[in-house]
């Protein structure tokens, strides 16, 4: 395949799904809390969509985030954030930027 067909593909890929955020590292089931591993920048107000398993693909708005138990508007790469997420996910799951 040539190359130019290739990173076409690629970026239609990463416009569809946004940009890889970082990965769900722990689940909070009885509030609803997710815990994500970032690989890069998130803000609030930002939309992610998170994805995994068979059933997981869904979208939402950060409408607040902690690090360290402590309310944050940015959250940097490489910490571990926690965020209210809208339905059920699971250790692994992708989170990406959109």
Known sequence: MPKEKESASAKATADKEGKLIG?????????????????????EGDNIRIVGGENTDFTQAVDSMQVEHEKVKTAKKGSSTGLKVSEKVREGYSVYKV
């Not at 994500?36 to 803000?43: A, D, M, N, R």
């Open 23 to 43: 990965k769900i590292t722990h689940y909070f089931s009885n509030i609803g809390v997710a815990v994500i591993e970032l690989s890069g920048v998130l803000k």
